[in-house]
T-cell receptor
C-alpha cells in the first residue's frame, strides 16, 4: 500500500494522559500536514512540515500539542495532558514536491476519544 | 481571510436522481485552488478534483461534473444518476496559490442516496 498511513486508527484515553500518533506519508512526498476534524465539521489545519522543518502552526495547536518529523519521513503528533475537548479525528496528509497546485492525499485518520 | 461555505448540511435523494452540492468561497487572492474531497463512512478523505483560479472550464468525469464560476465565487459539484455508493460527506476546500498554504475546508455536505 503506497498511500498515507496512520497509527493507531483509534485511541481511547483518560483525561490527563499523554497520547502520540504516527503518520507515514507517501514516500517522496516532502510536505506533510496535520489536521483535526471534530464531529460535523470540516478538517482544520494544525501544522505543516517541509522535510523535517515545521514551517507553520495554527493557533489551534496549543502548548500541549507538539509535532515532529525528525528525519523528514514519518511524523508524530503528541498531545500532553489530554482534555475532553481534544476528542476528534486527527488526519495526516502529504503532498508531492514540485507543482504548487498538487493535491494533498489524506490518511485514514486517528480517532481520539478522551474520557 | 479565506472561507468556504457549504450551506447544505444534509441532502437525501433516491437512487438515480441527480444531485448538486453547492460550494461558495471567499478570498481576496487572485491565485487559488479549489478542491472537492469525498469522505465515506470509513473516514478517509478521497480527492475528487482540483481547479485553479485561472481555469473556469467546467469538467466532467463519468457521473461527476463540476461548475466553477468566478463571478459568483462558486464551485458546485453535480452527481448524475446517483448511486448508493455515492453516500458520503463531501467537502469543498480552498488553498491559496502563494507558498505551501494549508487547505481551508467547508463544513461538508452529507449525501444519503436511498435505494
Amino acid at each position: 500500500d503506497t498511500g498515507v498511513s496512520q497509527d493507531p486508527r483509534h485511541k481511547i484515553t483518560k483525561r490527563g494522559q499523554n497520547v502520540t500518533f504516527r503518520c507515514d506519508p507517501i514516500s517522496e512526498h516532502n510536505r506533510l500536514y496535520w489536521y483535526r476534524q471534530t464531529l460535523g465539521q470540516g478538517p482544520e489545519f494544525l501544522t505543516y512540515f517541509q522535510n523535517e522543518a515545521q514551517l507553520e502552526k495554527s493557533r489551534l495547536l496549543s502548548d500541549r500539542f507538539s509535532a515532529e518529523r525528525p528525519k523528514g519521513s514519518f511524523s508524530t503528533l503528541e498531545i500532553q495532558r489530554t482534555e475532553q475537548g481534544d476528542s476528534a479525528m486527527y488526519l495526516c496528509a502529504s503532498r508531492e514536491t514540485g507543482a504548487v497546485y498538487n493535491e494533498q492525499f489524506f490518511g485514514p485518520g486517528t480517532r481520539l476519544t478522551v474520557l | 481571510a479565506q472561507k468556504v461555505t457549504q450551506a447544505q448540511t444534509e441532502i437525501s435523494v433516491v437512487e438515480k436522481e441527480d444531485v448538486t452540492l453547492d460550494c461558495v468561497y471567499e478570498t481576496r487572492d487572485t491565485t487559488y485552488y479549489l478542491f472537492w474531497y469525498k469522505q465515506p463512512p470509513s473516514g478517509e478523505l478521497v480527492f475528487l478534483i482540483r481547479r485553479n483560479s485561472f481555469d473556469e472550464q467546467n469538467e466532467i468525469s463519468g457521473r461527476y461534473s463540476w461548475n466553477f464560476q468566478k463571478s459568483t465565487s462558486s464551485f458546485n459539484f453535480t452527481i448524475t444518476a446517483s448511486q448508493v455508493v455515492d453516500s458520503a460527506v463531501y467537502f469543498c476546500a480552498l488553498r491559496l496559490g502563494s507558498g505551501n498554504t494549508p487547505l481551508v475546508f467547508g463544513k461538508g455536505t452529507r449525501l444519503s442516496v436511498i435505494a
